[in-house]
């Protein structure tokens, strides 16, 4: 199984400004994604970030609002920009394991709150 | 476009009953995998069960077993001997071709002593 560091856990921010999330993996892995949980929901699909080459986007998230790098295959930023209080959501950073069997797993989270 | 429904918003189960957790999907890939996550209070996602969809046989995984009806596009969880840890939320996820995995709306256990 594949380990995830995501960090940070969390932060109180203020409007305006923006915020990067780092996500470390222990493993090479082929697909990452982010995914965004606001209070009380599912998990919805930001993006994948893709090594090499820019993020694909899911409708309704766009790279200026939600920057995403992915400079090697253990390694992933997610930046949220010019927040507002409606970013406020756990931000989810997942990896797609293909040994013995498909699995996605997921870091801790980030708990963000925008005042 | 691929969708995961569940139905049951809340759920409550005598500890050491069983209970079935409800999923039904729609897609158009030929192949894909189906999976549960189990979320508790502390938010983070932990991996549960996974079925392929071309799995003959339906997964299990300690006291997890996925009730896996193909033409019927249905994986309910179930789990045996409910304890009061099992008790959180619940998420059916999708994942067609494996290159994106969507999620259903959650089902919230309670374990009653």
């Known amino acids: 199984s594949a380990v995830i560091s995501q960090k940070p856990s969390r932060d109180i921010c203020q409007r305006g400004t923006s915020l990067t999330i780092q996500c470390q993996v222990d493993?090479?892995?082929?697909?990452m994604f982010w995914y965004r949980q606001q209070p009380g929901q599912s998990l919805t699909l930001i993006a994948t970030?893709?090594?090499?080459?820019?993020?694909?986007?899911e409708s309704g998230f766009v790279i200026d609002k939600f920057p995403i790098s992915r400079p090697n295959l253990t390694f992933s930023t997610l930046t949220v920009s010019n927040m507002s209080p409606e970013d406020s959501s756990i931000y989810l950073c997942?990896?797609?394991?293909?040994?013995?069997?498909?699995?996605?797993?997921f870091g801790s989270g980030t708990q963000l709150s925008v005042l | 476009a691929q969708k995961i429904t569940q139905t049951q918003p809340g759920m409550f189960v005598q500890e050491k009953e069983a209970v079935t957790l409800d999923c039904t999907y729609d897609?158009?890939?030929?192949?894909?995998?189906l999976f549960w996550y189990k979320q508790p209070s502390s938010g983070e996602m932990i991996f549960l069960i996974y079925q392929g969809s071309y799995d003959q046989q339906n997964a299990t995984e300690g006291r997890y077993s996925l009730n896996f009806q193909k033409a019927r596009k249905s994986a309910n969880l179930v789990i045996s001997a409910s304890q009061l840890g099992d008790s959180a939320m619940y998420f059916c996820?999708?994942?067609?071709?494996?290159?994106?995995?969507?999620f259903g709306s959650g089902t919230k256990l309670n374990v009653k002593p």
């Open positions: 997942s990896v797609l394991s293909r040994g013995e069997g498909e699995k996605l797993f």
């Open positions: 970030a893709n090594q090499g080459s820019e993020a694909t986007y």
């Open positions: 897609t158009s890939d030929p192949s894909y995998g």
């Open positions: 996820a999708m994942g067609g071709n494996f290159n994106k995995f969507y």
């Open positions: 493993s090479q892995v082929t697909m």
